[in-house]
């Protein structure tokens, strides 16, 4: 399969915590995307991170990059109940004009 | 349009009926794929369209599901003679390109149930 794979499946912490969801994929890429969904409707874009970076950040939004180890992670930090969603990474397959997203995983942080 | 929008947002139809899943996507956006979400699952692929041709149709699950796209803008996506495992939230996106890698903006949504 060529699509992301998101670990853990779900995570639960306390408000003000850090959340680090990881993702691993299996050929090679151009990019990788991570994107948010609430309450099972549209995705929301979060960050991309190109093939040639190795760290990214936005906000209280870190992502990083191992083309070597082809992985990646996403870390939020000083987390808010309003970051209860679930996270999907996207990696953007070399010749291939898709995204394959994974199974994402169900973040939930609790008051 | 501000953003990618989709109709209708619910759709309840009796098995073996044929619905039909509306998209528009951002203007000036060449690229537009359509997903299926079932629940509490990941985002399966169904089919991606540069323009008006659909160089990527290998999501489609069978050949009760088609979809086409006109004037480079609006897409339909037509589901014939639905069965109950068709019941799923349909999502569509739109990106500037369709190029791997390139930003999607996403619709709502139309979430099906067929009875």
């Known amino acids: 399969s060529q699509q992301g794979e998101e670990d853990p499946q779900a995570l639960s912490i306390q408000e003000g915590e850090n959340a680090t969801m990881n993702c691993s994929y299996k050929?090679?890429?151009?990019?990788l995307q991570w994107y948010r969904q609430n309450s099972g409707r549209g995705l929301v874009h979060l960050i991309l991170?190109?093939?040639?970076?190795r760290e990214k950040h936005s906000g209280r939004l870190r992502v990083t990059l191992d083309t070597s180890k082809k992985s990646s992670s996403l870390l939020i930090t000083a987390s808010r109940a309003a970051d209860t969603a679930s996270y999907f990474c996207a990696p953007g397959i070399q010749g291939a004009q898709k995204l394959v997203f994974g199974q994402g995983t169900r973040l939930t942080i609790n008051p | 349009g501000a953003g990618v929008s989709q109709s209708p947002s619910n759709k309840v139809t009796e098995k073996g009926k044929d619905v039909e899943l509306r998209c528009d996507p951002i203007?000036?956006?060449?690229?537009l794929y359509w997903y299926r979400q079932s629940l509490g699952q990941g985002l399966e692929f169904l089919i991606y369209f540069q323009g008006n041709s659909a160089p990527d149709k290998s999501g489609l699950p069978s050949d009760r599901f088609s979809a086409e796209r006109t004037g480079g803008s609006v897409s339909t996506l037509t589901i014939q003679r639905t069965q109950q495992e068709d019941s799923a939230v349909y999502l569509c996106a739109s990106s500037l390109g369709g190029l791997a890698g390139g930003e999607q903006y996403f619709g709502p949504g139309t979430r099906l149930t067929v009875t």
């Open positions: 991170i190109r093939s040639n970076e």
């Open positions: 203007s000036g956006h060449t690229a």
């Open positions: 050929t090679s890429i151009n990019n």
